[in-house]
Protein backbone atom coordinates (compact mmCIF):
# COMPACT_ATOMS: atom_id res chain seq x y z
CA UNK A 1 0.00 0.00 0.00
CA UNK A 2 2.47 2.60 -1.10
CA UNK A 3 2.23 6.00 -0.36
CA UNK A 4 2.57 9.13 -2.53
CA UNK A 5 6.18 8.75 -4.71
CA UNK A 6 8.08 11.74 -5.78
CA UNK A 7 11.19 11.41 -7.87
CA UNK A 8 14.05 12.28 -7.66
CA UNK A 9 14.30 12.26 -4.17
CA UNK A 10 17.41 14.88 -4.47
CA UNK A 11 18.02 16.99 -8.09
CA UNK A 12 20.94 19.34 -8.30
CA UNK A 13 20.73 21.12 -11.82
CA UNK A 14 22.69 24.23 -13.06
CA UNK A 15 21.49 27.62 -13.79
CA UNK A 16 19.64 26.91 -17.34
CA UNK A 17 19.27 23.17 -17.14
CA UNK A 18 15.44 21.81 -16.60
CA UNK A 19 13.95 20.16 -13.74
CA UNK A 20 11.61 17.65 -13.97
CA UNK A 21 10.04 16.21 -10.58
CA UNK A 22 7.53 12.97 -10.48
CA UNK A 23 4.70 12.33 -8.59
CA UNK A 24 2.88 8.82 -8.58
CA UNK A 25 -0.32 9.37 -6.13
CA UNK A 26 -1.91 7.17 -3.31
CA UNK A 27 -3.67 4.07 -5.31
CA UNK A 28 -7.29 5.23 -5.58
CA UNK A 29 -6.22 9.04 -5.20
CA UNK A 30 -6.82 11.16 -8.61
CA UNK A 31 -6.24 14.56 -7.02
CA UNK A 32 -2.94 15.99 -7.48
CA UNK A 33 -1.37 19.01 -5.53
CA UNK A 34 2.14 20.38 -5.94
CA UNK A 35 3.81 22.97 -2.53
CA UNK A 36 6.98 24.35 -2.70
CA UNK A 37 8.40 24.78 0.30
CA UNK A 38 11.61 27.21 0.75
CA UNK A 39 14.26 26.78 3.74
CA UNK A 40 12.87 27.61 7.25
CA UNK A 41 9.33 28.22 5.67
CA UNK A 42 6.28 27.00 5.33
CA UNK A 43 4.93 24.93 2.08
CA UNK A 44 3.22 27.21 -0.25
CA UNK A 45 0.87 25.96 -2.59
CA UNK A 46 1.26 25.77 -6.41
CA UNK A 47 -1.01 24.30 -8.69
CA UNK A 48 -3.94 21.57 -8.32
CA UNK A 49 -4.70 18.88 -10.68
CA UNK A 50 -6.76 16.15 -11.86
CA UNK A 51 -6.37 13.55 -14.46
CA UNK A 52 -5.86 15.50 -17.50
CA UNK A 53 -7.14 18.66 -16.11
CA UNK A 54 -5.35 21.95 -14.77
CA UNK A 55 -8.08 22.89 -11.67
CA UNK A 56 -5.99 25.44 -9.88
CA UNK A 57 -2.76 26.99 -11.19
CA UNK A 58 -3.11 30.07 -9.04
CA UNK A 59 0.16 29.27 -7.27
CA UNK A 60 2.20 28.79 -10.54
CA UNK A 61 4.93 31.04 -11.43
CA UNK A 62 3.65 32.67 -14.93
CA UNK A 63 6.66 31.59 -16.54
CA UNK A 64 8.88 28.14 -16.62
CA UNK A 65 6.44 26.49 -14.79
CA UNK A 66 4.47 24.16 -16.04
CA UNK A 67 2.14 21.05 -14.46
CA UNK A 68 0.78 17.96 -15.83
CA UNK A 69 -1.01 15.16 -14.66
CA UNK A 70 -1.65 12.67 -17.79
CA UNK A 71 -4.02 9.57 -18.28
CA UNK A 72 -1.45 7.17 -17.84
CA UNK A 73 1.41 7.90 -15.43
CA UNK A 74 2.57 10.21 -12.84
CA UNK A 75 2.24 13.96 -12.86
CA UNK A 76 4.90 16.05 -13.64
CA UNK A 77 6.13 19.19 -12.67
CA UNK A 78 8.69 20.53 -15.40
CA UNK A 79 10.71 23.71 -14.00
CA UNK A 80 12.31 25.30 -16.87
CA UNK A 81 15.52 27.21 -17.17
CA UNK A 82 16.54 27.09 -13.73
CA UNK A 83 17.44 29.80 -11.62
CA UNK A 84 18.78 29.73 -8.06
CA UNK A 85 15.89 31.26 -6.55
CA UNK A 86 14.15 27.67 -7.87
CA UNK A 87 16.10 26.08 -5.23
CA UNK A 88 13.56 24.36 -3.30
CA UNK A 89 11.93 21.28 -1.40
CA UNK A 90 8.42 20.48 -4.01
CA UNK A 91 5.98 18.33 -2.33
CA UNK A 92 3.39 16.40 -4.01
CA UNK A 93 0.25 15.29 -2.42
CA UNK A 94 -2.80 13.25 -3.24
CA UNK A 95 -6.60 13.06 -2.02
CA UNK A 96 -9.22 11.05 -3.50
CA UNK A 97 -11.81 13.89 -3.94
CA UNK A 98 -15.30 13.91 -2.49
CA UNK A 99 -15.82 12.99 0.85
CA UNK A 100 -12.57 12.98 2.51
CA UNK A 101 -11.26 15.34 -0.23
CA UNK A 102 -9.67 17.75 2.34
CA UNK A 103 -7.22 15.30 3.46
CA UNK A 104 -3.85 15.72 1.67
CA UNK A 105 -1.18 12.51 1.83
CA UNK A 106 2.26 14.36 1.25
CA UNK A 107 5.24 12.48 -0.40
CA UNK A 108 8.54 12.46 0.80
CA UNK A 109 9.29 15.11 -1.84
CA UNK A 110 12.02 16.24 -4.10
CA UNK A 111 14.87 18.16 -3.61
CA UNK A 112 16.06 20.84 -6.14
CA UNK A 113 19.48 22.49 -5.80
CA UNK A 114 20.31 24.69 -8.61
CA UNK A 115 24.13 25.25 -9.03
CA UNK B 1 -2.75 36.17 -0.36
CA UNK B 2 -4.00 34.33 2.51
CA UNK B 3 -1.61 34.17 5.81
CA UNK B 4 -1.89 31.99 8.75
CA UNK B 5 0.18 33.05 11.94
CA UNK B 6 1.24 30.49 13.94
CA UNK B 7 2.98 30.94 16.91
CA UNK B 8 5.37 30.73 18.44
CA UNK B 9 8.28 29.63 15.52
CA UNK B 10 10.30 27.84 17.96
CA UNK B 11 10.07 26.13 21.49
CA UNK B 12 12.89 24.11 23.39
CA UNK B 13 11.25 22.48 26.63
CA UNK B 14 12.71 19.65 28.49
CA UNK B 15 11.51 15.92 28.04
CA UNK B 16 7.83 15.59 29.51
CA UNK B 17 6.39 19.00 29.60
CA UNK B 18 3.57 19.85 27.72
CA UNK B 19 3.16 22.04 24.63
CA UNK B 20 1.41 24.38 23.44
CA UNK B 21 0.87 25.98 19.64
CA UNK B 22 -1.35 27.64 17.61
CA UNK B 23 -2.94 29.49 14.27
CA UNK B 24 -4.86 32.39 13.74
CA UNK B 25 -6.61 33.72 10.41
CA UNK B 26 -8.25 37.24 9.73
CA UNK B 27 -10.35 34.85 7.19
CA UNK B 28 -12.71 32.14 8.03
CA UNK B 29 -11.62 28.42 7.90
CA UNK B 30 -13.86 25.31 6.82
CA UNK B 31 -11.35 22.91 8.06
CA UNK B 32 -8.10 23.06 9.82
CA UNK B 33 -5.05 20.67 9.99
CA UNK B 34 -1.79 19.72 11.75
CA UNK B 35 0.66 18.14 10.22
CA UNK B 36 4.34 17.53 11.44
CA UNK B 37 7.42 17.42 9.20
CA UNK B 38 10.06 15.70 10.70
CA UNK B 39 13.81 16.53 8.78
CA UNK B 40 13.94 15.50 5.28
CA UNK B 41 10.50 14.31 5.12
CA UNK B 42 7.22 15.38 3.98
CA UNK B 43 4.56 16.41 6.37
CA UNK B 44 2.07 14.13 8.02
CA UNK B 45 -0.80 14.27 9.49
CA UNK B 46 -1.35 14.62 13.11
CA UNK B 47 -5.13 15.73 13.13
CA UNK B 48 -8.07 16.81 10.97
CA UNK B 49 -10.79 19.03 12.30
CA UNK B 50 -13.77 19.90 10.03
CA UNK B 51 -16.35 21.83 12.79
CA UNK B 52 -15.95 24.67 14.56
CA UNK B 53 -15.58 23.90 18.79
CA UNK B 54 -14.65 20.62 17.46
CA UNK B 55 -12.08 18.70 19.91
CA UNK B 56 -10.01 16.04 18.67
CA UNK B 57 -7.65 14.12 20.34
CA UNK B 58 -4.96 11.60 19.06
CA UNK B 59 -2.89 9.59 21.97
CA UNK B 60 -1.39 12.61 23.50
CA UNK B 61 -1.96 15.55 21.10
CA UNK B 62 -5.36 17.14 21.27
CA UNK B 63 -6.42 19.67 18.81
CA UNK B 64 -9.58 22.41 18.83
CA UNK B 65 -11.19 24.31 16.13
CA UNK B 66 -11.95 27.53 17.45
CA UNK B 67 -15.70 28.81 17.89
CA UNK B 68 -14.86 31.66 15.25
CA UNK B 69 -13.25 29.59 12.91
CA UNK B 70 -10.33 31.51 12.77
CA UNK B 71 -7.75 29.93 14.98
CA UNK B 72 -6.97 26.29 16.28
CA UNK B 73 -4.82 24.96 18.57
CA UNK B 74 -2.89 21.77 19.27
CA UNK B 75 -1.39 20.57 22.21
CA UNK B 76 1.22 17.72 23.32
CA UNK B 77 1.38 16.33 26.33
CA UNK B 78 4.07 14.57 28.15
CA UNK B 79 6.49 15.51 25.08
CA UNK B 80 9.27 12.70 24.30
CA UNK B 81 11.88 12.82 22.29
CA UNK B 82 10.55 11.80 19.47
CA UNK B 83 8.08 14.90 19.05
CA UNK B 84 11.21 16.65 17.63
CA UNK B 85 10.49 18.41 14.14
CA UNK B 86 7.96 21.16 12.74
CA UNK B 87 4.57 21.34 13.09
CA UNK B 88 2.21 23.08 10.50
CA UNK B 89 -1.36 23.83 10.88
CA UNK B 90 -2.92 24.21 7.45
CA UNK B 91 -6.54 24.99 6.83
CA UNK B 92 -8.80 25.64 3.80
CA UNK B 93 -11.11 28.50 2.76
CA UNK B 94 -14.71 28.06 1.68
CA UNK B 95 -13.44 29.84 -1.69
CA UNK B 96 -10.55 27.87 -2.89
CA UNK B 97 -10.84 24.92 -5.21
CA UNK B 98 -10.52 21.30 -4.24
CA UNK B 99 -8.86 20.42 -0.91
CA UNK B 100 -6.19 23.02 -1.46
CA UNK B 101 -4.68 23.85 1.68
CA UNK B 102 -3.15 27.02 3.02
CA UNK B 103 -0.20 26.18 5.38
CA UNK B 104 1.34 28.19 8.37
CA UNK B 105 5.19 29.02 9.02
CA UNK B 106 5.36 25.85 10.96
CA UNK B 107 6.44 25.82 14.79
CA UNK B 108 9.80 24.49 15.57
CA UNK B 109 9.98 21.51 18.80
CA UNK B 110 12.70 20.87 20.44
CA UNK B 111 12.80 18.55 23.43
CA UNK B 112 15.79 18.22 25.32
CA UNK B 113 15.62 14.74 26.82
Known amino acids: NAGVMQNPRHLVRRRGQEARLRCSPMKGHSHVYWYRQLPEEGLKFMVY????????ESGMPKERFSAEFPKEGPSILRIQQVVRGDSAAYFC?????????????FGAGSRLTVL | GQQLNQSPQSMFIQEGEDVSMNCTSS?????WLWYKQDPGEGPVLLIALYKAGELTSNGRLTAQFGITRKDSFLNISASIPSDVGIYFC?????????????FGEGTQLTVNP
Open chain 2, 90 to 102: AGQIPETSGSRLT
Open chain 2, 27 to 31: SIFNT
Open chain 1, 49 to 56: LQKENIID
Open chain 1, 93 to 105: ASSPGGYGANVLT
